[in-house]
């Protein structure tokens, strides 16, 4: 027997209803996106603008710089992305465990996700000061001697990464406290009746079952560590040299110098960048959601 084909409901909202939000997303992220678009082809001002086709790109890559201000921004969002990822759910599973002020504890790490970040890099850059900071006079009282956290050209993006982790591992730890509070309790409990150990339920319960509150963290700390700034600005101004220079800093520099055809032109390339790792990385977790 045929099965009656159901008619198409129909929505309760007319379409206009939809017209204040379309306005407000044309104007504040269409419009000023394809205005990017045009001015990054140009050689502008704040007045006049010359077409000038893609030479703002070709400028873009064959200055040395300003590649390794793309290649840092790589590796600063791959950094801290995977420590937020890796410490957000060790932090999470432990605070979700019986131990004493578990409460408090959630506190003190959620915290500095609170704190102003020009205030937490001011703060850090006081304290990784290589001879004054308190770091590093710790570490000398007990005979180590500190590096240049901010002064040497290895070391100060990895420190400012740190930095960002100490910041950020909490709104992680959150999301993860979230995912793991949705785990039904039924499924350990099986487990422990068949011998399992605490790092066989990890690997076997926790990881596949926490895989949503894993694609939102490595999703949400990608993007913020792909368009960081504001952290790396006030603790080292993308110094020394150009060694913890982002493409958002470059950007900036760019402005601030007058190059205002070539700073958009970075712009458009830091939108290409998080579009091109970030769409694909989305869709393949999205298939993996549904094939489990």
């Given at each position: 027997m045929?099965?009656?084909?159901?008619?198409?409901?129909?929505?309760?909202?007319?379409l206009?209803?939809?017209?204040?939000?379309?306005?407000?997303?044309?104007?504040?992220?269409?419009?000023?996106?394809?205005?990017?678009?045009?001015?990054?082809?140009?050689?502008?001002?704040?007045?006049?603008?010359e077409?000038?086709?893609?030479?703002?790109?070709?400028?873009?890559?064959s200055e040395?710089?300003?590649?390794q201000?793309?290649?840092?921004?790589?590796?600063?969002?791959?950094?801290?992305?995977?420590?937020?990822?890796?410490?957000g759910?060790l932090?999470?599973?432990?605070l979700?465990?019986?131990i004493?002020?578990?409460?408090f504890?959630?506190?003190?790490?959620?915290?500095?996700?609170?704190?102003?970040t020009?205030?937490?890099?001011?703060?850090f850059?006081?304290m990784?000061?290589?001879?004054r900071?308190?770091i590093?006079v710790?570490?000398?009282?007990?005979?180590?001697?500190?590096?240049?956290w901010?002064?040497?050209?290895?070391?100060?993006?990895?420190?400012?990464?740190?930095?960002?982790?100490?910041?950020?591992?909490?709104?992680?730890?959150l999301?993860?406290?979230?995912?793991?509070?949705?785990i039904?309790?039924?499924?350990?409990?099986?487990?422990?009746?068949?011998?399992a150990t605490?790092?066989?339920?990890?690997?076997?319960?926790?990881?596949?079952?926490?895989?949503?509150?894993?694609i939102t963290?490595?999703?949400?700390?990608?993007?913020?560590?792909?368009?960081s700034?504001d952290?790396?600005?006030a603790?080292?101004?993308?110094?020394?040299?150009?060694?913890?220079?982002?493409?958002?800093?470059?950007?900036?520099?760019?402005?601030?110098?007058?190059?205002?055809?070539?700073?958009?032109?970075g712009?458009?390339?830091?939108?290409?960048?998080?579009?091109?790792?970030?769409?694909p990385?989305?869709?393949?977790f999205h298939?993996?959601?549904?094939?489990?």
């Open positions: 045929v099965e009656a084909i159901r008619p198409k409901r129909k929505s309760p909202y007319p206009w209803f939809f017209l204040p939000a379309a306005v407000i997303y044309g104007v504040f992220f269409l419009l000023p996106t394809a205005t990017s678009f045009w001015y990054s082809l140009t050689r502008w001002d704040l007045t006049t603008a077409f000038i086709g893609l030479e703002n790109f070709r400028q873009f890559f040395p710089f300003l590649v201000g793309l290649i840092n921004t790589l590796i600063y969002a791959a950094m801290t992305s995977g420590l937020k990822t890796v410490f759910l932090l999470a599973v432990l979700t465990s019986n004493m002020a578990r409460s504890l959630r506190t003190v790490v959620f915290f500095p996700v609170l704190v102003s020009i205030g937490v890099g001011i703060t850059t006081v990784m000061h290589p001879t900071g308190i590093n710790a570490l000398d009282a007990i005979g180590i001697d500190g590096p240049g901010l002064t040497d050209p290895a070391l100060a993006l990895v420190s400012v990464a740190l930095v960002d982790l100490w910041k950020g591992v909490g709104l992680a730890t999301i993860f406290i979230a995912g793991l509070a949705a039904n309790p039924d499924y350990y409990e099986a487990s422990r009746i068949d011998g605490r790092l066989q339920q990890f690997r076997r319960i926790t990881l596949p079952l926490v895989q949503p509150a894993t963290v490595v999703t949400l700390s990608l993007i913020g560590g792909l368009r700034f952290l790396i600005w603790m080292t101004r993308g110094g020394p040299g150009f060694s913890s220079d982002v493409l958002a800093s470059v950007i900036y520099k760019q402005y601030q110098a007058g190059f205002y055809g070539l700073s958009t032109a712009n458009v390339i830091l939108f290409a960048l998080i579009a091109a790792i970030l769409v990385l989305t869709r393949m298939r993996r959601e549904i094939d489990q």
